[in-house]
């Protein structure tokens, strides 16, 4: 089985963020609490699983999902199996993840679809500093 939270919770959603999509939030910690609330089942999924159980470590979230060492189709596969959930939703940020969300009967939203419905903050609009790539431009263009 791939799902080991409780399912206690009476969410109608199983919902699962790719690792590159819950580190897209300004806060994930805040992010996988609220999801939690209205949520059966929320848990970072990624091919890198050793990743994926580091980040959440690190972070201290409860991860509903025991990752195992699969790729993530069968992840994802075998998560759509286990969970009793009416509603499936995959966050993901690549062309990739909306493949595999369309293959194995999950809804695909990027992190900007959900933090626009949920009130969340992107990590980009949280930060007044310019990134890497936009202080490079900044002085490449010389405007600023």
């Known amino acids: 089985m791939s799902i080991v939270g409780d399912g206690e919770r009476s969410g109608e959603m199983a919902l699962a963020f790719e690792l590159d999509a ?23 999924v990624a091919n890198d699983t050793d990743a994926v159980r580091a980040f959440v470590a690190e972070r201290d979230l409860e991860q509903d999902f025991d990752l195992g060492d699969r790729d993530i189709w069968l992840i994802m596969e075998g998560l759509r199996e286990a969970s009793d959930a009416p509603r499936h939703v995959f966050v993901g940020t690549t062309p990739e993840d909306r493949r595999i969300a369309d293959a194995t009967g999950w809804e695909y939203r990027t992190p900007a679809e959900v933090a626009d419905a949920a009130g969340w903050s992107l990590a980009d609009e949280a930060s007044s500093e310019p990134g890497l790539l936009g202080r490079l431009w900044t002085r490449l263009s010389g405007s600023g």
Do not use: K, L, Q, T
């Open 22 to 44: 819950i580190r897209a939030f300004d806060d994930p910690e805040a992010v996988v609490a609220a999801a939690r609330e209205w949520s059966r089942y929320v848990g970072v």
